[in-house]
């Protein structure tokens, strides 16, 4: 049996927030996470590490949009 390995998934987000009045660009970014997990001898284990490190990175990359959402809309 082979000893696990972990293995990185790293997940960007692009986003734009466009006032619908007049089409101008209020707020935009490129966001970026790093989600580590560790890789098994088990695929079924492997893919559920995979998927969790997907939804976690997904999950912080709306708490920072939200977070420079709202700091542009505010200023």
């Known amino acids: 049996m082979a000893a696990p390995n972990s293995a990185v998934l790293v997940a960007t987000a692009t986003w734009k927030l466009v006032r619908i009045d007049d089409g101008k660009v209020v707020s935009s970014g490129t966001n970026s996470i ?6 098994s001898s ?3 284990s492997t893919v559920r590490a995979a998927r969790d490190a997907q939804i976690r ?5 709306a708490t920072i949009v939200r977070g420079q959402i709202a700091a542009d809309l505010v200023t």
Do not use: D, G, I, T
């Not at 790093?34 to 890789?39: D, F, G, K, L, V």
């Not at 990175?57 to 990359?61: D, G, I």
């Open 34 to 39: 790093r989600s580590p997990y560790e890789r």
């Open 42 to 44: 088990q695929r079924f």
């Open 57 to 61: 990175a997904a999950k912080n990359l």
